[in-house]
């Protein structure tokens, strides 16, 4: 089946720690997202790529970073300059064409600070 | 200003009962707009795009008023299945595929 997987579901950082959330997509979408979602608030965009070897800062990118070395994949690192990591994460990609602004996601892995 | 409001509710509706609510948006230059169905502690899903003329999609009525710069959604016969939070979405006219969010409206039905 075609989708967005994002692992883990549930991560634990450490103070002074990076972590990697993944998000791999088999639809053959060249953009990939990433959004923060906090309690009572929209989903804000981290960063995002529109093709691959190629990214841009979305509105909230301080303390996170991203690569995209393959279509197919755009992992996220929660570095340790993140103060306030602890939130839901979110993987979307869009597909070409036409319907190139609708964003489908992935389930989301949640991050808490330990 | 937030560029996507939406109300956070919660709209208390009674199972077949109709509920609806607003978005407005505050970028007159924005084309797309959509509705998506988030349940509580999952992902968002796309319920539906809405369009100039407005659309139907079911139960589902989506409305664009661009003169007020809102866009509506109304749920007839409500289910207990509809009960979710709604996300107001609006794309970010001066960039290719980037998208606004509002923070949701949630909707409870109760029996």
């Known amino acids: 089946d075609g989708g967005i997987t994002q692992s883990p579901k549930y991560l634990f950082r450490k103070e002074g720690q990076n972590v990697t959330l993944s998000c791999e997509q088999n639809l053959n979408h060249d953009a990939m997202y990433w959004y923060r979602q906090d309690p009572g608030q929209g989903l804000r965009l981290i960063y995002y790529s529109q093709i691959v070897n190629d990214f841009q800062k979305g509105d909230i990118a301080e303390g996170y970073s991203v690569s995209r070395e393959k279509k197919e994949s755009f992992p996220l690192t929660v570095t340790s300059a993140q103060k306030n990591p602890t939130a839901f994460y979110l993987c979307?990609?869009?597909?070409?064409?036409?319907?190139?602004?609708?964003?489908?996601f992935g389930a989301g892995t949640r991050l808490s600070v330990l | 200003r937030k560029e996507v409001e939406q109300d956070p509710g919660p709209f208390n509706v009674p199972e077949g009962a109709t509920v609806a609510f607003n978005c407005t948006y505050s970028?007159?230059?924005?084309?797309?707009f959509f509705w998506y169905r988030q349940d509580c502690r999952k992902e968002p899903k796309l319920l539906m795009s809405?369009?100039?003329s407005g659309n139907e999609d079911g139960r589902f009525t989506a409305q664009l008023n661009r003169a007020s710069q809102y866009i509506s959604l109304l749920i007839r016969d409500s289910k207990l299945s509809d009960s979710a939070t709604y996300l107001c979405?609006?794309?970010?006219?001066?960039?290719?595929?980037?998208?606004?969010f509002g923070a949701g409206t949630q909707v409870v039905v109760t029996p």
């Open positions: 809405v369009y100039s």
């Open positions: 970028n007159s230059a924005s084309q797309s």
């Open positions: 979405v609006v794309n970010k006219a001066d960039s290719w595929g980037k998208l606004q």
């Open positions: 979307a990609s869009t597909p070409t064409g036409g319907a190139r602004n609708i964003q489908y």
